[in-house]
Each structure stands twice: as C-alpha cells, then as structure tokens.
C-alpha cells in the first residue's frame, strides 16, 4: 500500500477518499512519503495574509501591499492574482486589472515579527535550517525521526497546522531529496500546499517548460526556445561537454538542474560573503549608454540590499553576460567603503564601459564583495566635503520611496534615452 497522511489530523496510512479519523479530504498519497528529509516551506502571499489575518474584514477581498499609484506592488493576496496582479507590478498596472483591490501600504516591522515567530517554530523541527528570504527557509530533517518520534512529513503537516493556529497564516511545503525539487514541490499545490517529488521527478519535469526551472526568465527561455530547447526533457539529455559549448560555464548546471539533481546542502551557518543584484534582457543591449540605464537601477537596488542586511560594500563586481552566454565579471577595491549607489556606480561604471564595445549583452549585475561592517560605510571624509551630503540625499530619497512608492523619486540616469551621465 502506498504511503499516506492525513494533512488535517495527522492519521498515518488513511484509507479511501477521506480520512475515517476526521473526515478530511487533504490527503498525501507517495510511495518515499515516510523517507524523504529535505523541505522547502514558503510562506502564501506573506505581507498579505499577514494583513488580513489583522484586519478579518479583508479575508474576500483583493488585497495588495504596496506603495501608491506610482509605486510597485510589494505582494497580492490569492484573490487579487486572480486578477493577473503581480509582485514588482507598477502599482497603476495593478490597479486597473483589479479596481476594486484594498491597498495597504507595507509594515516591514509587523513582517519581520512574523517572520522571526515562524523561525524560532522551524528551528524546533531541526537545527538545520537554511533562511532564503523574509517568508521562505529550506530544512534538512535527516536524522530526525527518533526525536519527533514520526517521520519529516507528519512533522512538517504537524508545523503547518501549528503555524496557522499560533500565527494566524498559511504556509506551502515541498518534500523532496534535495533543495531544487523540494522548492519545485513546494510551489506545485499553493496555497496551502503539501507537494511531494521522489524517484518520479526526472519523469514529471522532462514535458515541464524550461522556464519552470528557478533562474530562467523569460529572456533565457526565449533563447533557449530559439534553440530548440522548450522542455526540460531536452535539456536533460544532453551531455555536459555539449552543455558547455552550447550555453558556457553555466550550460552544466542548468542541464544538472532540468534532470532535478542538486547537491547543495542545507548550511544554517552560510556566511553572507556578498551581495548582489541583477537583471536579464527583454532584448540584448550593445551601447554604454543603454547599458548605463539598468547599471545605475542595479545600484540603487544594491545600495538598499546593503543597508538592510548591514553591510557596506569594501569592493564592487560587475557581471555581464553576453548573448552567446559567456560570462564577464571585472572586480575593483573601494577606498573607503560605501552602500551609496551614486558610488557604487561610479566604481562600476568605468568597467562597464571597457566592455562595451560593440558585443551583445542579456544580461547585467552588480555586485558587493568583499563586505564591509556597515559602520564603516561612508563615513566623513575630510578629503572628501561632499560625502556627507551625498549620503543625506540618499537616505532622504530612500525616506520619500518607503512612504510615497518607488517611483516617487527618479533619478535621470535611470530612465532609458537620457545622455550618458559624466
């Protein structure tokens, strides 16, 4: 008989459509049900449901946290994506697909409560939790068993009932054998979800799309379209010596990862040894000046990813990848360290423009490595009078955004047909 679970009772190997303990109908069926260890939990509509779960009156009705008309959307609710509404969606985008939406502008510090709750309950089931973000973490429960007195699925449905009593929100859970299917799983069955991948992954991924696979966008699926590559399967078959003349260093692992192999571990203890940010193409870019634009956009997001995790950036990378898939990454040390995105570009910049000679890119980022303690970023510098007013300006632009949206500030250099600035 096939493994099974009652995800609303706990009842191990319920027979029929419904549970005989308590009449649930979410029930787990999979033959490695009781042997896999390696979870990925996600959050459903974090920011969202964690709104409505304050304000019951909401709990119908399209929600969307975010800034004003000008701003992004931040996250939508499962009733507003019906509606085609998306996170990092223009905000007036959003609004016309669902008029009717309720917009709550975001409370990062009622979040990051949340989120440090729904920590502190993982890090009950195993030690080896790694966070991904504010709302996601993968698990390795290996081991566990003898402690919990029940195999890693009872235990992840036990924390996904204990979650939505205690905090009042729902979470999405993928078991798996590694990290990649796990996440996969994890995003089979939202919300609420419970999803399994075992032995039968190869199978289930071969007729998947490739932009199933996490890091192919829509640009790189296009590409990989144009070559004849649509499904999983077809990239899986391929040898790793054609991987690499086809699609560069980066052609093996993306084959690796369309068969559903992944030999990361979970590490609880991984060090932030950088930061960054980047962007895939719609269409390649060629000129410094069209390159300029999504460099100085990556800047500002890289200045703002620094000071949220505390860090200033003692060195920058820039990372280009052309239209034929080869990867260029120039590095350069900072004199003093700095998460100002005015100096981090000017650090960038002449880079960027050594390379632009003519080749094609799709695809640009920004990075800082090696890190420096924040304290040490932008200090005063005598050298230098107008350090402090450029962080001022800074902190006072990043002050307007957090309250009136992303857009509500716009520097020139971030908008596409403006001169090269000098």
Not at 149 to 155: E, F, N, S
Not at 216 to 221: D, I, T
Not at 225 to 232: I, K, V
Not at 378 to 387: E, G, R, W, Y
Request: glycine residues 10%; charged residues 25%.
């Amino acid at each position: 008989m096939t493994p099974a679970l009652c995800r609303d009772c706990g009842r191990r190997d319920p027979v029929g459509p419904n549970c005989p303990e308590c009449g649930g109908r979410r029930l787990l069926r999979h033959p490695e049900l009781f042997a896999l260890t390696i979870a990925h939990i996600d959050c459903d509509a974090f920011y969202a449901s964690i709104e409505k779960r304050d304000r019951p009156e909401l709990l119908t009705r399209p929600v969307i946290v975010g800034g004003g008309r000008r701003g992004v959307v931040s996250a939508a609710c499962y009733v507003a994506r019906t509606s085609g509404v998306r996170s990092a969606m223009p905000m007036f985008k959003a609004l016309a697909l669902c008029p009717d939406a309720v917009v709550i502008k975001p409370d990062m510090a009622k979040y990051v409560a949340t989120a440090r709750q729904m920590r502190e309950m993982m890090e009950t089931l195993t030690p080896l939790v790694q966070p991904l973000s504010i709302d996601e973490a993968v698990l390795d429960l290996s081991g566990t068993e003898a402690l919990h007195r029940a195999p890693p699925a009872i235990v992840l449905a036990r924390f996904a009932r204990a979650v939505e009593t205690r905090l009042g929100i729902t979470v999405s859970i993928g078991l798996a054998p590694n990290r990649l299917l796990a996440k996969l799983a994890a995003e089979r069955d939202k919300p609420r979800g419970f999803g399994v991948l075992g032995a039968e992954a190869a199978a289930w991924l071969a007729p998947q799309p490739v932009g199933l696979l996490p890091g192919v966008g829509p640009a790189l699926a296009r590409k990989l379209g144009a070559a004849g590559f649509t499904r999983l399967g077809q990239l899986a078959v391929l040898e790793a010596r054609e991987a690499a003349r086809r699609f560069g260093e980066d052609g093996p692992g993306l084959v690796a990862r369309a068969r559903g192999e992944d030999t990361r571990r979970v590490d609880p203890a991984r060090e932030t040894k950088s930061i960054s940010a980047e962007t895939t193409f719609d269409s390649d870019l060629r000129t410094l000046a069209e390159l300029e634009v999504p460099l100085w956009r990556l800047c500002e997001k890289l200045g703002r990813r620094l000071g949220e995790k505390g860090f200033g950036a003692a060195g920058v990378v820039l990372k280009l990848k052309t239209a034929a898939f080869e990867s260029r990454t120039r590095t350069v040390r900072l004199g003093r360290p700095t998460r100002l995105p005015e100096m981090l570009f000017r650090a960038a910049q002449p880079m960027l423009a050594k390379e632009a000679t003519g080749a094609a890119f799709r695809l640009i980022g920004v990075g800082a490595q090696p890190l420096a303690p924040g304290d040490q970023a932008d200090l005063p510098d005598l050298a230098d009078p107008d350090s402090a007013r450029r962080a001022d300006r800074w902190a006072a632009v990043e002050k307007l955004r957090a309250r009136f949206g992303e857009g509500v500030v716009v520097s020139g250099r971030g908008l596409p047909g403006k001169p090269r600035p000098g």
